[in-house]
């Protein structure tokens, strides 16, 4: 046989091979007549069918809870509550005590609980998560102000000095008798969780009421005012002033200028 003929008859037989068969489908392979179930469209092989079957007679003899539609009634979505756990009323929750929830503020979370359809657990886990976050947050607003009631009274020491007992006593006073009590400072809580007596604007304000209002700030007997650094500070400058007897030696009351002055200095 020529070269020729030898590869013609190759192509022959290549052309003659059988082609391969194509894959048959899952659904295919089963009886004409529930192929086309819409069922049966989401299995691709025999062993996701053979799960859902199991899965379904698990399912046999559950009860089963139907979900309302987005039209249910309020009948229909209670019936669904009741059957999951919701007691017949507010007060039928069987936890009466939480930490961190007064009386009051309990009945009212039982009654927004029943009208959410909440079982009993589900209400008391809800309650004690909400007074667990409540108690967090006051603890953290407590520590906050402590803090800053700290650096109120750091700074306040640092600008009155000596005077600052005095002083505070001065606003004190001076509160009552402008507003007839400290109560308002002592009750108003501030965003940060002070007081509004704790403040140091609002101290400074009444140091500053009680400076215009002289010895009428001061309780029981007469007494002497402390001067702060700053006034301290602002009298040497009046003792020291250009011609004043400070600088004359001649002067009757250089010694006592001069002497006052020190004093001043180591009160500062």
């Not at 947050?137 to 640092?158: D, H, S, V, W």
């Given at each position: 046989m020529s070269e020729t003929e030898t590869t013609q008859a190759t192509e022959s037989q290549e052309v003659a091979a059988p082609a391969e068969a194509a894959p048959v489908s899952f659904i295919e392979t089963l009886p004409e007549d529930i192929r086309m179930e819409p069922s049966l469209r989401n299995f691709t092989d025999a062993a996701g069918l053979a799960k859902s079957y199991v899965q379904a007679q698990r399912m046999i003899g559950v009860d089963k809870i139907p979900i309302p539609g987005q039209s249910a009634t309020d009948e229909e979505w209670n019936n669904v509550y009741e059957r999951l756990g919701r007691p017949n009323a507010p007060d039928q929750y069987d936890f009466n005590a939480v930490d961190g929830f007064e009386e009051g503020d309990l009945a009212s979370f039982k009654q927004i609980a029943h009208d959410t359809g909440l079982n009993g657990k589900q209400a008391q886990r809800m309650a004690k998560s909400l007074a667990e976050k409540a108690s967090?947050?006051?603890?953290?607003?407590?520590?906050?102000?402590?803090?800053?009631?700290?650096?109120?009274?750091?700074?306040?020491?640092?600008e009155y000095g000596k005077a600052f007992d005095q002083k505070m006593k001065m606003a004190k006073n001076a509160a009552v008798q402008l507003l007839g009590s400290t109560e308002p400072l002592d009750n108003i809580v501030l965003e940060d969780g002070r007081l509004l007596g704790d403040h140091p604007a609002i101290v400074k304000l009444f140091v500053q009421l009680a400076d215009a209002m002289g010895e009428d700030s001061l309780e029981g007997e007469p007494q002497e005012l402390i001067m702060t650094p700053q006034e301290a500070n602002r009298k040497i400058m009046e003792l020291m002033a250009k011609d004043t007897p400070y600088w004359d030696k001649s002067h009757p009351q250089h010694d006592f200028y001069v002497k006052e002055a020190l004093a001043l200095r180591e009160h500062m």
């Open positions: 967090a947050e006051i603890e953290a607003r407590e520590a906050q102000a402590t803090t800053l009631i700290g650096e109120t009274k750091a700074e306040l020491e640092r």
